[in-house]
């Protein structure tokens, strides 16, 4: 099968070709059809997450080089292990799926509790196995397969991670609302997917904030309120005055220093905000403002497979609106990645194998 791999941290991915796996046991092999280019690739693709004040969280160990990136996988059924049509008796070859990534290790307390997703001893595809930058992917257990049909195959691989993501994330944000509306920072792949489930989980007026002006236009035709600009001084303060006295909840999709404290900043006492991101950097407040402010600063990491099918629910049934998507060749996988590093994506690159 052929394959775009990690040959070595911090260089352009490379073209790589092994024999295609035959599924044993309970294995599928999916043939992939889409797999979305994430900003978490970047991160991987580096070796390393940024802590901030120089420090560095080191991501390159138990990943045997070359690797294959890749977690928002869709694909068709083309092999199944001997044990496989047992576990899921309607399974047949060439039906269409989107791959649940998160998998966990099956047997510590978080994975019988159905949080897989944050298993300490992780086989997520794409990030410790070998993932969908590749014409072919393996998958443990039919579980793992969630049923797309209605939905548009370019995206179907993407709500995985930027759909599950952006979906964990505000329903956490909704319990918070009571204090005031729903502030969403970022509006990259995961945040503008995050601002068509909060359309669809809120009646709240829901505003928008990023440093780019072709997103904030985009957020505001696919429902956002308003739109900031968090460079603008007077920002904070237009959102504040905007929401009638701060937001309940603030969710940040980039993740950084600067985006956790202005997301922060227009939350309303007994409000929340919500660290979805990943770009880096580290943050402080003083320590009085957390009991003066009942604020609550929580992080959200992807989410579960009983999450991912509420999630799938919802767009099957119509109530999100589809994010602008690009289809690019396996070839251009590490140009994908470079242009998303850059800034120079909106929405959500798709790679097609």
Same mark, same amino acid.
């Given at each position: 099968?052929?394959? +775009?791999?990690?040959?070595?941290?911090?260089?352009?991915?490379?073209?790589?070709?092994?024999?295609?796996?035959?599924?044993?046991?309970?294995?599928?092999?999916?043939?992939?059809?889409?797999?979305?280019?994430?900003?978490?690739?970047?991160?991987? +693709?580096?070796?390393?997450?940024?802590?901030?004040?120089?420090?560095?969280?080191?991501? &390159?160990?138990?990943?045997?080089?070359?690797?294959?990136?890749?977690?928002?996988?869709?694909?068709?059924?083309?092999?199944?292990?001997?044990?496989?049509?047992?576990?899921?008796?309607?399974?047949?070859?060439?039906?269409?799926?989107?791959?649940?990534?998160?998998?966990?290790?099956?047997?510590?307390?978080?994975?019988?509790?159905?949080?897989?997703?944050?298993?300490?001893?992780?086989?997520?595809?794409?990030?410790?196995?070998?993932?969908?930058?590749?014409?072919?992917?393996?998958?443990?257990?039919? @579980?793992?397969?969630?049923?797309?049909?209605?939905?548009?195959?370019?995206?179907?691989?993407?709500?995985?991670?930027?759909?599950?993501?952006?979906?964990?994330?505000?329903?956490?944000?909704?319990?918070?609302?009571?204090?005031?509306?729903?502030?969403?920072?970022?509006?990259?792949?995961?945040?503008?997917?995050?601002? +068509?489930?909060?359309?669809?989980?809120?009646?709240?007026?829901?505003?928008?904030?990023?440093?780019?002006?072709?997103?904030?236009?985009?957020?505001?035709?696919?429902?956002?309120?308003?739109?900031?600009?968090?460079?603008?001084?007077?920002?904070?303060?237009?959102?504040?005055?905007?929401?009638?006295?701060?937001?309940?909840?603030?969710?940040?999709?980039?993740?950084?220093?600067?985006?956790?404290?202005?997301?922060?900043?227009?939350?309303?006492?007994?409000?929340?905000?919500?660290?979805?991101?990943?770009?880096?950097?580290?943050?402080?407040?003083?320590?009085?403002?957390?009991?003066?402010?009942?604020?609550?600063?929580?992080?959200?990491?992807?989410?579960?497979?009983?999450?991912? @099918?509420?999630?799938?629910?919802?767009?099957?049934?119509?109530?999100?609106?589809?994010?602008?998507?690009?289809? &690019?060749?396996?070839?251009?996988?590490?140009?994908?990645?470079?242009?998303?590093?850059?800034?120079?994506?909106?929405?959500?690159?798709?790679?097609?194998?």
């Amino acid at each position: 099968m052929h394959r +775009q791999s990690l040959v070595d941290y911090g260089k352009p991915l490379q073209d790589t070709e092994v024999p295609t796996p035959t599924p044993q046991g309970t294995e599928v092999l999916l043939r992939v059809s889409h797999c979305g280019v994430c900003h978490s690739d970047i991160h991987l +693709q580096d070796g390393y997450f940024d802590l901030g004040g120089g420090q560095k969280l080191d991501v &390159r160990s138990n990943r045997p080089l070359p690797f294959t990136l890749g977690h928002e996988i869709a694909g068709t059924v083309e092999a199944l292990g001997p044990d496989a049509q047992g576990a899921a008796p309607r399974l047949a070859k060439g039906q269409r799926y989107a791959a649940y990534p998160w998998i966990g290790c099956g047997k510590c307390g978080l994975c019988a509790r159905g949080d897989e997703h944050m298993c300490n001893a992780p086989r997520a595809l794409g990030i410790t196995v070998d993932g969908g930058y590749a014409t072919h992917v393996l998958l443990p257990h039919p @579980r793992y397969l969630l049923d797309v049909e209605g939905i548009a195959p370019e995206i179907a691989g993407a709500l995985m991670c930027s759909g599950l993501t952006g979906y964990g994330a505000v329903k956490k944000a909704i319990p918070y609302l009571r204090a005031g509306p729903l502030l969403i920072v970022g509006l990259g792949g995961v945040g503008m997917m995050g601002l +068509q489930f909060a359309r669809a989980l809120t009646d709240k007026p829901i505003y928008a904030a990023d440093l780019d002006k072709a997103k904030r236009e985009a957020a505001l035709k696919l429902g956002a309120a308003e739109a900031f600009d968090p460079a603008d001084a007077g920002a904070r303060k237009a959102i504040v005055k905007a929401s009638g006295g701060g937001v309940g909840a603030a969710v940040d999709f980039a993740g950084s220093d600067k985006s956790l404290a202005f997301a922060q900043a227009p939350v309303a006492k007994g409000g929340a905000a919500i660290v979805v991101g990943l770009f880096g950097g580290s943050f402080t407040l003083p320590v009085p403002m957390f009991p003066l402010r009942a604020l609550t600063i929580m992080g959200s990491y992807v989410g579960s497979t009983s999450e991912a @099918r509420e999630m799938l629910d919802l767009v099957k049934a119509g109530k999100v609106a589809p994010i602008p998507v690009e289809l &690019r060749p396996l070839a251009r996988t590490s140009n994908s990645l470079d242009d998303l590093r850059a800034g120079r994506i909106v929405g959500r690159v798709v790679i097609t194998p």
